[in-house]
């Protein structure tokens, strides 16, 4: 079937043709949509010609340079020959229950920014403003997750970016944080625009410390080809990273390759992402994500940092040990942005910090790199905090349960003058999370997954190279065992199989999952409960029933932005 884009406007949605715009790079296609309908006002999400070509690694891309990353998304849109949905709204006001509330959580976000240390940071130097203190403390993945500090940091940080190729801070809508980089520059005579964006940390990371580059601009060059292309630049950089450790180790050969391709090659890395976006040479192996390019070229395991075959992002689980737990038993794999991470509630935690944990139950804070229960159920709460975050599409730069601008608090009284439910409590919130958490974890059952796929990969067991604070550092295997079986346990999840067990769906108004009726104590407000009964808009726990004997389930069902000092960083070793 011929490509199409979905386009949305006026209460009407049409489908119409595309074939002019398959194959074009993402600017190009929101130069010719904005043309064709004659609005620059438009807003366009799109998959890139990697998503055309079914990447693994393929994201959706709206303004030419935001991604919604991870999972390969822009795959799935691509495999549907859709290339894009386009919308315009009209509408100058959205109904609201408390016009008046909103404004003022706004007008005190907006105050606020400066006073809040990692806020301040963001508006400063971006994500990008993290690298620094990260390498600090070791926990910088340096030549893919071999050690957790970079010698060639400095260069690539975000205090550099902003004192030399930063053109502007920008923004999504209406926000005061202004987290967004707008660069400037070129490498090799390629240029770089302003339309392109500008690295985040994760991106600096994995193009940069991952690789072992310490480039600027060859990391904004390789942002600008997955932007351009539609790639996700967490998953690009490591698979690259992860050919590089190949290569290096004799597993990848230079025939194979078709060019050398080692650590510290600022423009091999550049020609590996480009072949990769392209699906060129060895970039058709690479484009599949370096755990099915493993599979595929039945070798190259012992290197990988997957976990489901997701790529793991620039935070290091051999420091940051509940988030590993989190990398291990999340229903997508590797994800910084499904939990709040360890030193949120480390000591040297901050009274703010410290003042938000105790709302959701946490009182003391936590020896570093421990993973006790009280560690476990800090990740387990988190998680179904940041879980509602996600339901409710609220940025959780913003929106969080420690660092963030606004707190539990005011998310609460957010939601509430929202919609005007009015009685919504934090109790409810983590419900609606904890719902999301166990229907995910019940698709993947349905698909065939239960505990042996929450496994984290062979390197992160292995002790970190280098020098600095976490060299020498390793988890278990034993230590994470006994983290899952807590964690299992306390989000009522049989131990044996990791999947939810059917009072734990029940509880939770997900009876439904079972396909047959379930005993279900809360309906959606003012609505008489059905036999079968789908996802409760509120979330509330059910009332407590005498438990049923266990079954075996049918179904599975970092402070951000302090500068760093100056520390002495491990040199890699030649071989």
């Known amino acids: 079937s011929r490509p199409v884009y979905l386009w949305l406007h006026d209460g ?57 990353g991870r999972t390969g998304l822009g795959a799935v849109m691509g495999s549907k020959n859709l290339k894009a949905v386009v919308v315009r709204g009209k509408s100058k006001r959205l109904p609201t229950h408390d016009a008046r509330k909103i404004n003022e959580l706004a007008k005190w976000g907006a105050a606020n920014v400066e006073v809040n240390g990692d806020m301040n940071g963001l508006k400063l130097h971006g994500t990008a403003g993290v690298l620094s203190f990260q390498n600090s403390i070791g926990t910088l993945p340096t030549f893919n997750f071999n050690a957790g500090q970079f010698e060639g940091f400095e260069p690539i940080s975000g205090e550099v970016m902003t004192e030399t190729i930063l053109k502007e801070r920008d923004t999504c809508y209406a926000c005061t944080v202004n987290c967004k980089r707008v660069v400037e520059t070129e490498f090799n005579g390629r240029p770089v625009e302003r339309k392109h964006g500008g690295p985040e940390y994760e991106t600096l990371s994995t193009f940069g410390s ?24 967490i998953g690009t950089g490591a698979t690259v990273a992860w050919a590089m450790e190949c290569y290096e180790n004799g597993v990848l050969t230079e025939a194979e390759v078709g060019f050398p391709l080692k650590f510290g090659d600022a423009e091999a890395m ?3 992402t480009e072949m990769l ?64 991470h360890d030193p949120m509630i480390e000591e040297g935690a901050s009274d703010l910090y410290m003042e938000r944990n105790k709302l959701l139950g946490f009182n ?46 005011e998310t609460v009284d957010f939601v509430n003058a929202v919609t005007g439910w009015g009685d919504f409590t934090l109790d409810d919130l983590m419900t609606v999370g904890e719902r999301r958490l166990n229907m995910m974890r019940a698709f993947n059952a349905r698909e065939g997954m239960d505990r042996t796929a929450d496994k984290l990969p062979k390197k992160f067991y292995k002790a970190l190279q280098g020098e600095g604070p976490t060299a020498g550092v390793t988890l278990t295997v034993e230590e994470m065992n006994r983290a899952q079986d807590s964690y299992y346990e306390m989000s009522g999840w049989d131990k044996a199989t990791g999947n939810p067990t059917r009072a734990t769906l029940n509880r939770l108004d ?21 036999k079968k009964v789908a996802a409760a808009p509120r979330g509330r726990p059910a009332a407590k029933k005498k438990a049923a004997p266990k079954k075996k389930a049918v179904v599975a069902a970092a402070p951000r932005s302090r500068a760093a000092p100056k520390k002495k960083v491990a040199k890699r070793k030649k071989k």
């Open 210 to 233: 991952y690789c072992g580059v310490s480039d600027l601009n060859a990391i904004s060059y390789a942002n600008k080809i997955c932007n351009e292309y539609g790639l996700d630049t």
């Open 12 to 68: 009407e949605a049409e489908l119409r043709d595309a074939s002019r715009l398959w194959g074009k790079t993402t600017t190009e296609v929101n130069d010719l949509l904005k043309s064709e309908l004659g609005d620059d006002k438009i807003e366009i999400a799109q998959c890139g010609p990697s998503g055309e070509k079914l990447s693994r690694l393929a994201a959706i891309i709206n303004m030419g340079n935001r991604a919604n």
């Open 364 to 409: 003391e804070m936590q020896a570093p790199r421990s993973l006790g229960d009280d560690k476990v159920r800090y990740a387990l709460k988190t998680q179904q905090f940041y879980s509602f975050l996600d339901s409710a599409d609220l940025c959780q730069f913003v929106w969080g349960p420690a660092w963030t601008l606004y707190g539990p608090q």
């Open 510 to 530: 997900l009876g439904w999952v079972f396909g047959e009726s379930a005993a279900v104590a809360a309906a959606p407000r003012g609505r008489p409960a059905a």
């Open 270 to 272: 550049v020609k590996a």
């Open 277 to 340: 976006a392209k699906r060129e040479g060895f970039g058709n192996v690479l484009a599949e994500g370096s755990r099915r390019a493993a599979d595929r070229i039945e070798k190259g395991h012992d290197y990988l940092i997957t976990v489901k075959g997701a790529e793991a992002p620039a935070h290091m689980p051999q420091a940051k040990r509940s988030l590993g737990l989190i990398y291990a038993v999340n229903a997508f794999g590797a994800d910084h942005q499904s939990s709040e």
